[in-house]
């Protein structure tokens, strides 16, 4: 099974990389760009019956800081 | 509006991030994972009425690097 995972920095914590792509992106002539937020996400391929919550305790151990990140969980 | 652009390494492509968070992953005791891809994803609050062909000419142009990424873009 495979699964997927997106971190993102939560609202309020300074995001220095979307900050920069925003900046680059106006320095291209792109206009209208309001904000920009970068975050990543982690594709996993898991065997056979892993379940949500296993996917949760990677995210909360590893794969997530949550003291300024958030992450959401989608089982593909 | 805002839009989401997802931005992964090819197949193929050595991904030494998710090869990492595979194995650290193994190491914290999580069995059976197979594979970890790792990618960015970049949430743009963008002018109403900017067009997907304009969100496609970012991606081209500075948000992915289109040798050894493909993206995909998402209107929300």
Do not use: W
């Amino acid at each position: 099974m495979k699964a997927r995972v997106f971190v993102m920095l939560k609202n309020g914590v300074l995001d220095p990389q979307g900050a920069a792509v925003q900046h680059a992106l106006g320095a291209l002539g792109f206009e209208g760009v309001n904000e920009v937020r970068q975050g990543k996400v982690i594709e996993l391929d898991l065997a056979e019956g892993t379940t949500e919550a296993t996917i949760t305790e990677m995210c909360e151990k590893l794969l997530a800081n949550t003291v300024i990140e958030s992450y959401k969980i989608e089982l593909l």
